[in-house]
């Protein structure tokens, strides 16, 4: 045996520097793969908006207007009353997004709840959905225990209340609109159309207004709000001692604004495009962009 001969390997201090470099480039990497892979997300998810957008135009190329916010049978504009079906206006724009087999399979003359829409109604639509979100499978609507279909992107309803008058809405979705591409008054680049709504503030649907429902903002138990909330948000005042609440922002409502996205939330506005309103975005602008006509001047990144 040749007594010159050595063990070659690692020895116990030079193993656990090993793993201590690892540990560090890996700790290095996965924020950058974190940082990459929410780059991609919002790409996606603001692409999803564009075909909205397209889709929206198009309804009002071939209508003349844009969908309602959702079809009612009530036929008073003041009256708080809601009667259904319900159907929102994501569910008219299926034709239009390729998806002619499920608006096909929708019986709009009769309620989202009902038996005959109990199949197509928990449908799993990719273009409602937010890739930042986790939640994709139908939900159980809260008061009622309907299936419905998920859903990250609401209609914009303007700056009010949405309950105190449901068929008066200054913005481009409520009950019953008929809203068309000319009432942007306030120009179709400073009205916003649809917003993101993630599923941890609140579940949201693409059917339309669940009759019977009711939704709850996360970890608020005790503050039900009506089924307006499921498809509409507004931009408006919650409460008289309260500023508006901006996207992202504190102590959020069932009917706001909030996404995934670290640094604000996506938006398609009335021209087809999409831009990010950020989170820091004064309270004023907010407001105004959330009206087809109020006359306000917007000048605001």
């Not at 996606?44 to 198009?58: R, V, Y």
């Not at 089924?227 to 508006?244: E, F, M």
């Not at 495009?273 to 087809?292: D, E, F, H, Q, Y």
Request: glycine share 10%; net charge negative.
């Amino acid at each position: 045996m040749n007594v010159n001969s050595r063990r070659v390997g690692f020895t116990l201090i030079e193993l656990l520097v090993v793993i201590a470099i690892i540990a560090v480039l890996v700790g290095l990497l996965v924020p950058a793969v974190q940082k990459v892979r929410e780059a991609a997300n919002r790409m996606s998810c603001s692409n999803n908006l564009k075909q909205l957008g397209l889709a929206i135009h198009s309804h009002n190329d071939t209508f003349g207007r844009f969908p309602p916010g959702f079809a009612d049978l009530q036929n008073q504009i003041s009256n708080p009353t809601n009667f259904g079906p319900g159907w929102g206006w994501a569910s008219h724009l299926l034709p239009f997004i390729e998806q002619d087999n499920a608006f096909k399979s929708i019986r709009f003359d009769k309620p989202i709840a009902d038996p005959l829409n109990a199949q197509v109604r928990a449908s799993i639509i990719k273009t409602f959905l937010c890739p930042s979100d986790n939640h994709t499978q139908a939900f159980q609507t809260d008061g009622n225990g309907v299936m419905v279909g998920p859903s990250n992107y609401v209609g914009m309803f303007g700056s009010r209340e949405m309950p105190d008058d449901p068929g008066r809405g200054e913005g481009v979705f409520f009950r019953n609109s008929r809203i068309r591409l000319a009432d942007l008054v306030d120009g179709s680049s400073n009205t916003l159309l649809v917003g993101e709504r993630n599923s941890r503030l609140c579940k949201s649907t693409w059917t339309g207004f669940v009759l019977g429902a009711v939704t709850f903002p996360a970890g608020e138990p005790d503050e039900a709000e009506q089924p307006y909330a499921l498809i509409l948000g507004h931009t408006g005042i919650n409460d008289p001692n309260d500023p508006p609440h901006t996207p992202n922002g504190s102590d959020l409502h069932a009917e706001d604004f909030a996404s995934n996205h670290t640094s604000g939330v996506n938006f398609l506005q009335g021209d087809g495009s999409v831009r990010m309103i950020k989170n820091t975005i004064r309270p004023a602008a907010w407001v105004a962009l959330g009206t087809r006509a109020g006359g306000e001047v917007v000048q605001d990144d």
